[in-house]
């Protein structure tokens, strides 16, 4: 194996991923050989040329050995054709390959993957008829060591097998070696099955310096003995780890009765060699088949063909009330028939209800636990918005305490008023320049829990809530957030709230940032002699008075949350979300009040459609999870590059970096940038195993303070009014982009070409201003980019809705209802409330809610501040929820604030008077 490179050290490379190094390699070699065949007479001995195509079939043969198309075989005939110096079928057979491989046209027409002999000829083009009905097609690593003629008769029993009417079809990639095969379930979007034969050798013997960059998780693996019999299971094992969704298969002579247990639970089948290779053929297929399946969808698809007489609610069933109406039939010829045909309110039948199910939504719900490493998972119809409030209904009693990320979505500021919750505001690092917050520091965290234990209000502690990640794109390091948290509270209920984030768990060095993920394997590494000895160890070594960071782990439960919003990054329709339950006391302690929440936000009318696409979506990231959210994240690095790389662009906008988001004490990495023209890429592995926060290269915040634009301006009478182009959000002076699994190179190339046309506009005005204008642009830069307001923090709720006075944790929900009733409220303009306060105390009576940054400056029951009315000031935003401009800021009335004292003191809030009015 090839030395490793420094973990300290960031790795460097020209491509972000093996993908476009692969793909540049070959359209390298089709310019090559193209130039080569139009030479009229071929030169005496070896052309630079034809050194520049041994060159370029030696790299590639280094990477094919782990594809089926073009694949080892393919690149084999074409160094045979270059050694012929046969120019003409050489440019020509390249010249096909990335055609094929380009367009991935190889996947509709399973036969391009198949071996060609040499031959003269170009194969046939399939047909249009066999372009739309061609199988589905993926591909099987096959792990041993087998001789070439071993391999070709392989091959060819498994082709045999395959009929032209299967559903999907399939082709082998070969490997020897159990890093080998790591490689290519890295490398290889296609495979989606393994089969290991016995226990492989352990090192590969063909990994090159130009691959190992991309190798960093894998080269980082080692095994004490390389040479048991029990490489197979361990080679599983860490399949499994990056790739979960893969079946699993293990042909062995090992007797059963020495199999080990986690041996049998790991493989989906184990073989024995006198077994028929039909058989493994056979389970392949099933397995697919099984994974393919979408209970609910198909379930859907079916009823809609049933003939059917409706006496029952919704005229628009069947498309009945549309497509028999004279004034609305563009309405059904726009949506289809099939909507229509779906749209019920049955819930029998062959279909099932969201409430209770029992049937194909049932086995729906438990394929998309499997597919997110979730032990529950839930559909919601209505957002993640009310999942928040599902969960903490479900949870959190009146009376207790939820530390909660000041700046998270409103539903979680809603669900505290629901439950009854005293929050305990938590301050996220602010990034000033741009007039966003990040996330908060872990040390933020242990502060406020470990004075609330200080204060004895621990037992009270019920549930941490965090946004991960967070709108911009900052994410936590869930598992050191979890482990030094349990550490304090062992039995702390976690909420993460992943609505940006769903896609996280369809690629390794993403999901190890994700709850489920994070919450299994914390489960299984405390249940280790290991860990405890550990955890003994850590004990041992603090100082007198010292809080823990490892939890105790006859003490800790792990009991995590994760709710996502499915629409906004993987395929579902607007509003499809889901919950997803890692809750080792789900079913003894919250199973009855989860039931309870989720009927009480739940509708009893849930969108089927909507239903089915969370069905299918889970098809979708099952077999395509990793391709695409790969893809994503290559194209948003592809974008920040153009935008970086580029003079004209530089000169208005900034894409903004690591650093700029993330404090440097945040980052041990040392890792600023994800790329640099003149270095190339970063790996970001190294940086996402380590670091408090790491930046989601997804969410591309686009700074134009120096265009001398607002962002909220460039947004709407830019982008969207001039080009089309929806963008996610916008700060006083930036922009938020995001890739998604939708994004394709066409849109990124769109947005450039547009960012382009903005700039070349923008140099033309500036060119044409006089000096007083150039004078008044400048001032306009510079308050954009200077001249941002500062970010204030929470500052406390007042006195009379504190639970303990002087302890963290307010009655939001007594300020919420107190203020239903006019006569217990003032109303103060903005403008004149910072000479009020020299003469009272303003207490926020309602959400105050500016837009952006989007989430409650003010909450009811909080002080307000200084710092938090100049922020209301400063901010040139025109929606502000929950304040009237003509009426002022909503506050409580003195008297009321001193009837309230007396009651909080007494624990009971105090009843209307008769004169209120609601």
Known sequence: MKSLPSRKKTVKTKHYNI?????????????????????????????????????????????????????????????????????????????????????????????LAQDFEESNEEPSEPSILNQTQAPNYFEVLIVEELSPREEQALRASIRAMQEESDPFTYELVVVRSFQDALIAALFNYNIHAVV????????????????????????????????????????????????????????????????????????RRIFYRREDVQELHLAIMRGIRESYNTPFFTALKEYSQKPTGVFHAMPISRGNSVFKSRWIKDFGDFYGRNMFLAETSATTGGLDSLLQPTGPLKRAQEMAAQAYGARNTFFVTNGTSTANKIVVQALVEPGDVVLIDRDCHKSHHYGMVLSGALPVYLDSYPIEAYS?????????????????????????????????????????????????????KPDMVFLWDEAWFAFASFTYTYKQRTAMYTARRLHQRYQTPAYRAAYEQHIQSLAKGEAPRMPDPDKVRIRVYATQSTHKTLSSFRQGSMIHIWDQDFERCTADTFHEAYMTHTSTSPNYQML???????????????????????????????????????????????????????????????????????RME?????????????????????????????????????????????????????????????????????LLKIAQKLDEQVGALSDRERSIRERRVDSLVRG???????????????????????????????????????YIPLDQCLDAMQERELVSASFV??????????????????????????????????????????????????????????????????????
């Open 19 to 111: 993908g476009q190094l692969r793909v540049d390699l070959w359209n390298a070699l089709k310019e090559a050989t193209s130039e080569l065949a139009r030479a009229r007479t071929r030169a005496t001995g070896t052309s630079v040329r034809e050194k520049a195509i041994d060159d370029l079939l030696a790299r590639l043969e280094c990477i094919e050995r782990y594809f089926a198309f073009p694949g080892l075989a393919r690149v084999h005939q074409l160094q045979a054709a270059d050694h012929r110096h046969d120019r003409g079928w050489l440019s020509q057979r390249v010249t096909g390959i990335v055609r094929d491989l380009v367009s991935d046209s190889y996947r509709g027409h399973p036969q």
């Open 196 to 267: 290991i034969r016995y226990a492989p050798a352990f090192e590969s013997t063909d990994i090159t310096p130009e691959i190992q960059p991309f190798l960093q998780n894998i080269l980082a693996i080692d095994y004490s003995d390389k040479h048991t019999s029990e490489l197979g299971p361990q080679l599983a094992q860490t399949i499994s780890k990056f790739r979960p969704e893969l079946d699993l298969y293990y042909v062995t002579d090992t007797a059963l009765t020495h199999l080990r247990d986690e041996t049998l639970g790991i493989f």
């Open 436 to 488: 966003m917050y990040g996330a908060v520091p872990l040390e933020e965290i242990r502060r406020k829990l470990l004075e609330l234990k200080a204060q004895g209000r621990l037992d009270r502690v019920k549930m941490l809530l965090l946004t991960n990640c967070t709108f911009d794109g900052v994410v936590y390091n869930v598992r050191r957030v979890m482990e030094e948290i349990l550490a304090i």
């Open 612 to 682: 089915a696409s969370l069905d299918v979506g889970r098809r979708q990231v099952e077999f395509e999870g990793y391709e695409l959210v790969e893809k994503s994240v290559e194209l948003a690095m592809v974008l920040r590059a153009k935008i970086n790389d580029h003079e004209q662009l530089r000169r208005y906008f900034d894409v903004l970096t690591v650093k700029d988001l993330i404090p440097d004490a945040h980052r041990s990495s040392t890792l600023k940038e994800y790329y640099e023209p003149t270095q190339g890429w970063s």
């Open 686 to 754: 190294e940086a996402w195993k380590t670091d408090e926060f790491v930046l989601d290269p997804t969410k591309i915040t686009l700074a134009v303070g120096r265009a001398g634009i607002d962002g909220d301006t460039f947004k709407n009478a830019y982008l969207m009014d001039k080009f089309n182009i929806q963008v996610n959000k916008t700060s006083r002076n930036s922009v938020l982009l995001m890739t998604n699994i939708g994004t394709t190179r066409g849109s990124v190339l769109y947005l450039v070409t547009a």
């Open 788 to 826: 941002v307001p500062p970010l204030p923090d929470f500052s406390r709720f007042h006195s009379s809705f504190q639970a303990v006075p002087g302890v963290p944790g307010g009655d939001i929900r007594a300020a919420y209802f107190l203020a239903y009733h006019d006569k217990n409220c003032d």
């Open 849 to 918: 809610i500016p837009y952006p940054p989007g989430f409650p400056v003010l909450v009811p029951g909080q002080m307000v501040s200084a710092p938090i009315l100049k922020f209301l000031l400063a901010l040139d935003v025109k929606e502000i929820h929950g304040y009237r401009p003509a009426l002022g800021l909503k506050v409580f009335a003195p008297s009321v604030l001193d009837r309230q004292k007396t009651f909080s003191a007494m624990g009971r809030l105090p009843k209307p008077t008769p004169n209120d009015s609601v």
